[in-house]
Every structure is written in structure tokens, then in C-alpha cells.
Nanobody
Framework: VQLQASGGGVVQAGGSLRLSCEASGRTFSMYGAGWFRQAPGKEREFVATISGNGRIASYAASVKGRFTISRDNAKNTVFLQMNSLKPEDTAVYYC?????????????????WGQGTLVTVSS
């Protein structure tokens, strides 16, 4: 499975962005998927995850209520809708998937990773 993340950019605080992560391969709908982010000088951290069938989602406390993860298995794509963005949301955002169908928060449980897309939130 190969993942291609897109949708990053520069936005003012309070604004919105929608990230997309398109996967190759027919097995994508079998896998849970997650979004992680890494800010400059910090370790990568969990943002959101969704199960393979899209019925279960989980969020980091810092983004809950502002971000929404979703997926369209017909298009092999997982999304991250980010609203009410804050400067502290500035980071490179990575998508990940496989090898289970569960919604997993642990980055070490993921097998496939995208290349990352940069989100910059200005104050």
C-alpha cells in the first residue's frame, strides 16, 4: 500500500483545512487509518484514527471537537477536516494505515506511511 497525503498549506488562526490521504491497493478498506503530526523540534504525536469500516473514530484530546476524521473506501481515501485551527496545530501531518482493521492510536502499530503534508497556522 502506498499513501499520498495532500491538502496542507498556510492558514490563519481560526481557519480550516481538509487533508486527504489517498491509498493505492484494493485492501485499503480492510485497514484502519490514522493521522499523526510532528511539529518542529517535537516528537510525532497521534491526532486521529478511524477503523476500516469507518464506524469507530478516536481523537487526541488537543484536537477533539475541532478535527474530524472520515474515509471514503470507494475512493481509497481518508480525510482529516481541521476547523478552528490554532498556531499550535502547525506541523507536518502524516497518514498511516495497516495492517489491522482497528482504529489504532499507537504509531508503532502502523505498517504503511505517507510522505507528510505541511500545515502552517499563522497567528
Amino acid at each position: 500500500v502506498q499513501l499520498q497525503a495532500s491538502g496542507g498549506g498556510v492558514v490563519q488562526a481560526g481557519g480550516s483545512l481538509r487533508l486527504s490521504c489517498e491509498a493505492s491497493g484494493r485492501t485499503f478498506s480492510m485497514y484502519g487509518a490514522g493521522w499523526f503530526r510532528q511539529a518542529p523540534g517535537k516528537e510525532r504525536e497521534f491526532v486521529a484514527t478511524i477503523s476500516g469500516n469507518g464506524r469507530i473514530a478516536s481523537y487526541a484530546a488537543s484536537v477533539k471537537g475541532r478535527f474530524t476524521i472520515s474515509r471514503d473506501n470507494a475512493k481509497n481515501t481518508v480525510f482529516l477536516q481541521m476547523n478552528s485551527l490554532k498556531p499550535e496545530d502547525t506541523a507536518v501531518y502524516y497518514c498511516a494505515t495497516g495492517p489491522t482493521s482497528a482504529a489504532v492510536t499507537d504509531e508503532y502499530s502502523y505498517l504503511y506511511w505517507g510522505q507528510g503534508t505541511l500545515v502552517t497556522v499563522s497567528s
